[in-house]
Nanobody
Framework: QVQLVESGGGLVQPGGSLRLSCAAP????????MGWYRQAPGKQRELVAT????????NYADSVKGRFTISRDNAKNTVFLQMNSLKPEDTAVYYC????????WGQGTQVTVSS
C-alpha cells in the first residue's frame, strides 16, 4: 500500500503564504511525476502543478502561475508547494498525486484563505 502523506495546510489571510509538503515512499518517489491538485466545495478536482522526476519540467495551472512554486527533494522523498499571494479562491482541499505506471493520491489537506 503506497501512502502519500501531506502536511502544511491551514487558515491564512489573503495575501499570505503557506507551504505544503508531501512525503512519498522511496520506492516510487525518484521515478514518479509528482503533483498537486485541489478541490473546492461544489467543484471538480483540478490540477495545480506537476513536476517531473528530475525536476527539469514543472507545469502550473494558469490561475496559480507566478504565485505558486512546486519543488521536490529526491533525497527526502518529499514534494513541496510554496503558495504565495494567496487569494480566497485558492480555498480548497489540496491533494498530493504521484503518477507513472500507477497513480496514487494523498488524503488531502485543507487550505482556507479568509480574513
Amino acid at each position: 500500500q503506497v501512502q502519500l502523506v501531506e502536511s502544511g495546510g491551514g487558515l491564512v489571510q489573503p495575501g499570505g503564504s503557506l507551504r505544503l509538503s508531501c512525503a512519498a515512499p522511496r520506492s516510487i518517489f525518484s521515478i514518479y511525476v509528482m503533483g498537486w491538485y485541489r478541490q473546492a466545495p461544489g467543484k471538480q478536482r483540478e490540477l495545480v502543478a506537476t513536476i517531473s522526476s528530475s525536476s527539469s519540467i514543472a507545469n502550473y495551472a494558469d490561475s496559480v502561475k507566478g504565485r505558486f512554486t512546486i519543488s521536490r527533494d529526491n533525497a527526502k522523498n518529499t514534494v513541496f508547494l510554496q503558495m504565495n499571494s494567496l487569494k480566497p479562491e485558492d480555498t480548497a482541499v489540496y491533494y498530493c498525486n504521484a503518477r507513472w505506471t500507477n497513480e496514487y493520491w494523498g488524503q488531502g489537506t485543507q487550505v482556507t484563505v479568509s480574513s
